[in-house]
C-alpha cells in the first residue's frame, strides 16, 4: 500500500494503515518510518492513498488509474471541488445544499461594486489553491477593497487569484465533517474540532491547523444525519448527474450559524491535523475502508474506540507567513516515552550528523490518547514540554474549555 505526501496526515495516516498492511509512503520525510522518494507512478502497489490536495487537483489519481491502479482519492474532475470555490459554490447551488451567498468575479470595477452593496463581515477567497491562505473575512471596507485589487491583479497569489468570490459572511461555531466515498455511497467518520489561529484564543494569522481533537462533544448523532441527508448525499448526487465518480474524502467545512448548519467549502482530502486525531480512533480497518472505497464498493461502516485523542502542532519560528528551517529538534524520543503519545512528524528532514531538523511550517503533531478529552490534552502537553528548537512556537490551549 502506498501513501502520497509528506506531512503529519500521511503519517498518521501511514501509522494506522500499517496495524493490517505493509506501507510505503512518498516523498515521505526522515521521521515517517517507509519513506521512499520515488514518484509514485513508478510504485507498485495494492492501493494508493493520495493525502494532498495538489496532486489530486493536478489528476494524480486518474494517471495511477489509468495504468490499472486502485487509487484512493477523486480524480482532477472531482477534486474541482477545492481547486475552483467558484465551481465548488455553483454545485452546491445545483445541489441545494445550504451555503454562503455568493458572487464569483473577474474583473475588477465589478467586484468592487458588489462589494460596496454587501454588509460587514467581507468575505474574499481565491477561486484556486492558496495554500490555505487564499481567505480574507473583514469588517473593513477598505481592507476588502484592497484584497479584491491584490487578488485579481495576480500579485497576492498569481493565477489562483484571476478570479475571486465573494461571499455573505457567516458566523457561528465551525465543524468538520469527513466522509468517505465510493462513487454512490458515503460513511462518516468521527468528528473533529481543529484550531486555526496561530496564537492562544484564536487570534493572529490563519494557519494550516495548530492542533485538533475528537470525539467533538458539541456534535450530536442527530447534526450528523443532517450532514449526511442536507449536504453530502445530495452533493455525491450532483457529482454523479455530472459524470463524476468520486472515491475518496469528502471533508465538509460546515457553520452552525444562527440560520441553521450552512457549508463553508469542501475540501477533497484528509484535513491536517483533523486525520491525525480521527484514524487513530479507529478500531475498524482503515485499509480495508479505503481499498472499499477506492474499489466502488463500500460495505462496512467504520467504528471507532471511545478513548479522546488531542494532537498539539509544534511549529517552526516565524510560521505562518516566513517558518525558519534547520533548527535542531530536541526531545522526539523522550516525548514518545510519555504513556499513549505518538509524534507524527509533518516538517522535518534530516542533517548531515543524521540529526532531525526543522524543514518546514508545522513540525510536528504530537498526538495522545487518553481515556477523556481531558486526560488526552494533559499527555499531549507533557510530551510537547519534552521537545525543544529556538523559536518553537504552539498552542497551549488546544482541547481546553471544553
Ligand atoms: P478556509 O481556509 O477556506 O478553510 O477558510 C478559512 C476560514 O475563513 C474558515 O475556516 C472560516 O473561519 C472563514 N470563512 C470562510 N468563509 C466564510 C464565510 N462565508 N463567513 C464567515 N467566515 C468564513
Ligand atoms: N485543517 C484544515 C485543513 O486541512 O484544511
Not at 47 to 64: H, K, S, Y
Not at 235 to 242: I, Q, V
Not at 276 to 283: A, D, F, G, K
Amino acid at each position: 500500500m502506498c501513501v502520497v505526501g509528506s506531512g503529519g496526515r500521511e503519517h498518521a495516516l501511514a501509522h494506522v494503515l500499517a496495524r493490517t498492511a505493509q506501507v510505503v509512503v512518498t516523498p515521505g520525510n526522515p521521521g515517517i518510518p517507509n519513506s521512499v522518494d520515488t514518484d509514485p507512478e513508478q510504485i507498485e502497489a495494492d492501493l494508493f492513498v493520495i493525502g494532498p490536495e495538489v496532486p489530486l487537483v493536478d489528476g494524480l489519481a486518474d494517471r495511477l488509474r489509468a495504468a490499472g491502479n486502485l487509487v484512493f482519492g477523486p480524480g482532477a474532475d472531482g477534486a474541482r471541488l477545492e481547486g475552483s470555490k467558484a465551481w465548488m459554490k455553483e454545485l452546491l447551488v445545483a445541489a441545494g445544499v445550504p451555503t454562503a451567498q455568493h458572487e464569483s468575479f473577474t474583473e475588477i470595477d465589478a467586484a468592487l461594486a458588489f462589494l460596496d452593496r454587501m454588509t460587514p463581515p467581507f468575505v474574499i477567497k481565491t477561486d484556486g489553491l492558496a495554500a490555505g491562505k487564499g481567505v480574507v473575512v473583514t469588517e473593513s471596507l477598505a481592507e476588502a477593497r484592497n484584497a479584491v485589487e491584490e487578488y485579481l491583479s495576480g500579485q497576492a497569489f498569481g493565477d489562483a487569484g484571476r478570479r475571486l468570490v465573494i461571499e455573505e459572511g457567516l458566523t457561528g461555531p465551525e465543524l468538520s465533517v469527513l466522509a468517505i466515498c465510493d462513487g454512490t455511497r458515503a460513511v462518516l467518520l468521527a468528528p473533529a474540532q481543529d484550531f486555526k489561529r496561530i496564537h492562544d484564543g484564536d487570534v493572529g494569522p490563519n494557519t494550516g491547523g495548530m492542533g485538533a481533537y475528537s470525539p467533538v462533544p458539541l456534535v450530536t448523532d442527530e447534526l450528523l444525519k443532517q450532514v449526511m441527508v442536507e449536504f453530502i448525499e445530495p452533493t455525491l448526487a450532483e457529482l454523479t448527474a455530472r459524470g463524476i465518480d468520486y472515491r475518496g474524502v469528502l471533508y465538509a467545512g460546515l457553520m452552525l450559524t444562527p440560520q441553521g448548519l450552512k457549508m463553508i467549502e469542501y475540501n477533497v482530502r484528509f484535513g491536517d491535523p483533523e486525520c491525525q486525531v480521527v484514524v487513530p480512533r479507529l478500531s475498524s480497518d482503515l485499509a480495508e475502508l479505503l481499498a472499499q472505497a477506492a474499489a466502488g464498493n463500500l460495505q462496512t461502516e467504520p467504528e471507532f474506540i471511545e478513548d479522546a485523542v488531542v494532537t498539539v502542532v509544534c511549529a517552526a519560528e516565524g510560521y505562518p507567513s516566513a517558518p525558519r528551517t534547520g533548527d535542531v529538534i530536541h526531545g522526539l524520543s523522550l516525548a514518545e516515552s510519555v504513556p499513549g503519545v505518538t509524534v507524527f512528524c509533518a516538517g522535518v528532514s534530516q542533517n548531515s550528523q543524521g540529526e532531525f531538523v526543522t524543514a518546514g511550517g508545522r513540525v510536528l503533531d504530537v498526538t495522545a490518547v487518553g481515556s477523556t478529552l481531558e486526560q488526552a490534552r494533559e499527555r499531549a502537553y507533557e510530551a510537547v514540554a519534552k521537545i525543544s528548537w529556538p523559536g518553537m512556537q504552539y498552542r497551549s490551549d488546544i482541547a481546553s474549555d471544553l
